[in-house]
């Protein structure tokens, strides 16, 4: 353990369906992207210590940080600016629970219409082929189909 303590309290859930999360899931949360962040930083240092050719300083520290308990007190080569490491890139924001189940809903309803269309002719056919060209039509310009 670190030694450090947090005292958190946790309040009944509003309800069914409540979104929102726990003050001890927000720190677990905050927990996790602190350790993802340092192990990134350490990544960089040790690409960092590569490119200048300090294979053994990489190896100390290393051997350092495995016995290091608090990671506030890390050390980093005096020429490393922790400022200067590459950025995360980007990545899209994953979607809401309701906009999946959106999207499966209408992949549903196209296959659906998909199969119905192999089996049917004439002019029911043809009602059902502008129906799908338009839902198709409305999910490549970003609607929902409906």
């Known amino acids: 353990k670190d030694g450090r303590f947090q005292l958190t309290?946790?309040?009944?859930?509003?309800?069914?369906?409540?979104?929102r999360p726990?003050?001890?899931l927000l720190l677990e949360r905050k927990?996790?992207?602190?350790?993802?962040?340092?192990?990134?930083?350490?990544e960089?240092?040790?690409?960092?210590?590569?490119g200048?050719?300090?294979?053994?300083?990489?190896?100390?520290?290393a051997r350092e940080w495995e016995?290091?308990?608090?990671?506030?007190d890390l050390v980093w080569h005096k020429d490393f600016?922790?400022?200067?490491?590459?950025?995360?890139?980007p990545a899209p924001l994953p979607l809401k629970p309701n906009e999946v189940e959106e999207i499966k809903l209408e992949e549903g309803k196209n296959e659906a219409l998909k199969e119905t269309l192999s089996k049917s002719s004439g002019a029911v056919r043809q009602a059902l082929l502008a129906v799908l060209n338009q839902r198709e039509g409305k999910e490549s310009h970003g609607g929902t189909g409906e």
């Open 67 to 72: 016995e290091h308990e608090d990671e506030d």
């Open 9 to 19: 309290v946790d309040f009944p859930s509003e309800g069914p369906g409540s979104s």
């Open 52 to 61: 200048k050719g300090l294979q053994k300083v990489k190896e100390e520290m």
């Open 44 to 50: 960089q240092h040790d690409l960092f210590l590569e």
């Open 81 to 89: 600016s922790v400022e200067k490491i590459q950025d995360i890139p």
């Open 22 to 24: 726990s003050p001890s």
């Open 31 to 42: 927990r996790q992207l602190r350790k993802k962040m340092l192990v990134r930083v350490k």
